[in-house]
């Protein structure tokens, strides 16, 4: 997250932050911002909203957590000890704990306690933090308004809200709970207000000025947000001819940890199942992988036990693993701005990787809205066409479903499918955050 390279880039040390934070920045190596940084934390620190366009990987997290920490630190509480001072929401389970992974070294000596909320595990334990008493608050929505509605804190004291990944509240549905926990939270005039979003598109603009102070518009344009340093390729295969090139492509480049992203969980299913059979380690990363083995499984593949991880979409959203060395697109995204973050979950922190598309008959017609948005013609990995697997083996047998109990339920819960019962709001509805 930090450009050493560029003298014209803004220095950490030529803003005005508090002491600590500055301390705090040179111990984590951090020395010169990344584009959306220099661009949103002078406005910030000022004491201006920022409705900010940027994708994950641009060092978006630490420039709205300095922002919410300077502020913090400089101003009194406006309520009891213990309450949140600050709310941080987003989308994702895996989004919230890489936020609160990023607070940890900034918050260091401060006195800033932070808490972390969300579903699919450590019900008690989360809320047991919770109500001991913190000072930031980051969570998914679902858990975080479960907790609220039991009074285990307030919001009326909260002198900042931070929106991450506003489209993606959008797409998953959760617009209506943001909605319910900003409205119970100081006026905005009288907080400070950090939404960002991979497009300020009409919707999250309408949420912005609805909810935020006047805030002043940041935008990093498509070819910035892309990242410099990931080498894009593409090979044209038929549908038939997928999986043999992909383990001949697994094969061919020494990937050490790769991320191989599909459009659907049977995708998944199949790729898993084929690379596993074909001696290549695999594991698939999909929406409805409980919340403990979805964990476990991240563990492994930051550990390097666990050389490739398949997955969807929405079960990546928010990752952030550095030394992925490859991410291959098994399928091409319908969307080009998924296709942006897809490719950037490598190439992080310095580091350079390597983005191979396999374009089938199936996909293929998302390539030209893909070239347009990132501002490049993706070119043909040189090769490609000798490497296809020729000795490929079946696929392992798909394992048996799991029995469960006539009229329990059991099944729906043990798959992670969209239960809420953990959470306490089974009639809510809507998705598992």
Sequence with gaps: MTDTDSDQALAFGALPLVDALQDNLRQMGFSHCTPIQAKTLPLALEGRDIAGQAQTGTGKTIAFLLATLDHLIRSEP???????????????????????????????????????????????????????????????PGRLIDYFKQKVFTLKHAQVAVLDEADRMFDLGFISDIRYI??????????????FSATLSHRVLELAYEHMNNPTRVEIEPEQVTADRVRQSLVHVANDEKLPMLVGVLRHTGATRTMIFVNTKRAADV???????????????????????????????????????????????GLHIDGVTHVINYDLPQDAQDYVHRIGRTARAGAEGDAISLCCEEWVYS????????????????DAGNWMATDLKAALPKPPRAAT?????????????????????????????
């Excluded at 594991?283 to 409980?290: E, M, N, W």
């Excluded at 390539?367 to 040189?382: D, H, S, V």
């Excluded at 992670?416 to 019962?421: E, P």
Aim: hydrophobic share 30%.
């Design 78 to 140: 406006s309520g009891p000890d213990g309450q949140p001072r600050a709310v941080i929401l987003a989308p994702t389970r895996e989004l919230v704990i890489q936020i609160h992974k990023d607070a940890e070294p900034l918050a260091h000596n401060t006195g800033i306690r932070l808490g972390l909320v969300y579903g699919g595990t450590g019900y008690e334990a989360q809320r047991e933090q919770i109500a001991q008493g913190v000072d930031v608050l980051i969570g998914t």
């Design 271 to 317: 790729v898993e199942r084929t690379l596993r059979g074909n001696d290549i380690e695999a594991r698939t990363l999909s929406g409805d992988v409980p919340q403990k083995k979805r964990e476990q499984l991240l563990e492994r593949f930051r550990s390097g036990t666990l050389g490739v991880l398949v997955a969807t979409d929405v079960a990546a959203r």
């Design 367 to 382: 390539l030209p809205e893909i070239e347009a948005y990132t501002g490049m013609k993706i070119p043909n990995l040189p």
């Design 405 to 433: 109990k006539k009229g329990s339920g059991g099944n729906r819960q043990r798959r992670g499918g969209g239960g809420r019962s953990r959470d306490r709001r089974g009639s809510r509805g809507g998705p598992k955050t």
């Design 182 to 195: 900003l409205r119970h939270c100081k006026p905005a005039d009288q907080r400070r207000n950090y939404l």
